[in-house]
């Protein structure tokens, strides 16, 4: 499959949409997600724009959300990168104690995966990560399911490890959302 990864422009709001709500009725999306299609199907074109503005690259910079899109412009796939460090308020897990980032809202199509996509979306988003002015970030983090063992296998395959912290899923203390990292090199 032939794609590219960008970041994703302001005036994209549209897309960005249509791509959210695409992930948010994956079989997986349950587990993957912590919300769902029908919340973010409520949502009004204003909470778009400006999902779009701050993770596009004329953004504050605290958000960066990247796009595999093939030469026909179609987007195949997405991950999005927030920026954590220690002072700044928490928005899930346990606060940040080092500077770091952490990747969320991952998601290929089906008709993409198997392809590189998301081994492309990966590299984007942790080379960003590096790039990032000081205070350097430390380490990229992110949270997967514990019954989710395709994006497991993945993210290990990647290189992240699982750090032993788990936070329990909002709405089901019995279910538990495994940290992974991975450190600086």
């Given at each position: ?15 960005v ?16 997600f ?6 973010a ?5 204003s909470f778009?724009?400006?999902?779009a ?8 910079g ?6 595999a899109?093939t030469?026909d ?7 999005s ?6 002072a ?5 897990g ?5 500077d770091?980032?952490h ?17 492309a ?9 590096w ?9 990229v983090?992110?949270?997967v399911?514990e ?5 497991a ?5 990647f ?5 032993g912290?788990?936070?329990a899923?909002p ?15």
């Amino acid at each position: 499959m032939d794609f590219s990864v960008r970041t994703i422009r302001a005036d994209e709001w549209e897309r960005v949409r249509e791509i959210r709500l695409a992930a948010l009725q994956d079989p997986v999306a349950p587990i993957a997600f912590l919300e769902t299609h029908e919340s973010a199907s409520a949502q009004p074109d204003s909470f778009w724009q400006g999902r779009a503005e701050g993770a596009s690259e004329t953004g504050d910079g605290g958000v960066r959300q990247f796009v595999a899109e093939t030469p026909d412009g179609r987007w195949v796939g997405t991950v999005s990168v927030l920026v954590e460090r220690p002072a700044a308020e928490v928005r899930f897990g346990e606060a940040a104690k080092v500077d770091q980032t952490h990747l969320v809202g991952v998601f290929v199509r089906p008709e993409a995966r198997g392809a590189g996509v998301i081994d492309a979306l990966f590299r984007a988003a942790v080379d960003w990560s590096w790039t990032l002015p000081e205070p350097a970030i430390r380490r990229v983090r992110l949270y997967v399911h514990e019954d989710n063992a395709r994006a497991a296998a993945f993210y290990r395959r990647f290189g992240f490890v699982a750090t032993g912290e788990k936070v329990a899923m909002p709405g089901d203390e019995s279910s538990f959302e495994v940290e992974y990292e991975l450190p600086r090199p």
